[in-house]
């Protein structure tokens, strides 16, 4: 069974720029939940879509956003990139809310 | 505020020295505490999901225990594939937020 797959893999963008990453979540699985792991913060929850509905939201500025399609995949967007948003983004998938959380490899976003 | 806090930050290991790895949480209601695994440039691995005190469970050389304020990763004689982030995260409701801890480095050393 294919696992949790992230597009791309790495990112190069600068300062105000905008960047939309892509997650697939394992077969069947209909919940999808993106992080944020930085070395200083660890990881940090972004959000959380099931059956293309937001049910959960970090504490991040309005910048970042995300969307589910009826396939379960999901995007997320992070509009006028900032330095600090350098970070492994990482995307993770389950059956469904409350459910074990499989992890893909994540995006490695460099702003400059 | 729900917090989560591993110790030790780092731990380094003679192959087949045991140790433990300690996961302090601070969550009201808890509905699972988690471990995973990471390797560098790697998203997290999952290990062991625990619900209730004295529960316990095994993998290969890791055994994970839960009690009401703590949980414990045991590791049995490492080998050096054992070296990775451990990774320790909470979650109180049933949603599919997860609290982590900022994770242990294990180095194990042949």
């Known amino acids: 069974k294919a696992g949790v797959t992230q597009t791309p893999r790495y990112l190069i963008k600068t300062r105000g720029q905008q960047v939309t990453l892509s997650c697939s979540p394992i077969?069947?699985?209909?919940?999808v939940s993106w992080y944020q792991q930085t070395p200083g913060q660890g990881l940090q929850f972004l959000f959380e879509?099931?059956?293309?509905?937001?049910?959960n939201k970090g504490n991040f500025p309005g910048r970042f956003s995300g969307r589910q399609f009826s396939n379960s995949r999901s995007e997320m967007n992070v509009s006028t990139l900032e330095l600090g948003d350098s970070a492994l983004y990482l995307c993770?998938?389950?059956?469904?809310?409350?459910?074990?959380?499989?992890f893909g490899p994540g995006t490695r976003l460099l702003v400059l | 505020e729900d917090q989560v806090t591993q110790s030790p930050e780092a731990l380094r290991l003679q192959e087949g020295e045991s140790s433990s790895l300690n996961c302090s949480y601070t969550?009201?209601?808890?509905?699972?505490l988690f471990w995973y695994r990471q390797d560098p440039g790697k998203g997290p691995e999952f290990l062991f999901t625990?619900?209730?005190a004295g529960e316990e469970k095994e993998k290969e050389r890791l055994k994970a225990t839960l009690t009401k304020k703590e949980s414990f990763l045991h590791i049995t004689a490492p080998k050096p594939e054992d070296s990775a982030t451990y990774l320790c995260?909470?979650?109180?409701?049933?949603?599919?937020?997860?609290?982590f801890g900022t994770g242990t480095r294990l180095q194990v050393f042949p």
């Open positions: 879509y099931f059956s293309e509905t937001q049910r």
């Open positions: 969550v009201s209601g808890l509905r699972g």
């Open positions: 625990l619900y209730s």
């Open positions: 995260a909470s979650r109180q409701d049933n949603t599919d937020k997860l609290i």
């Open positions: 993770a998938s389950s059956r469904g809310p409350g459910e074990t959380q499989y």
């Open positions: 077969s069947g699985h209909r919940s």
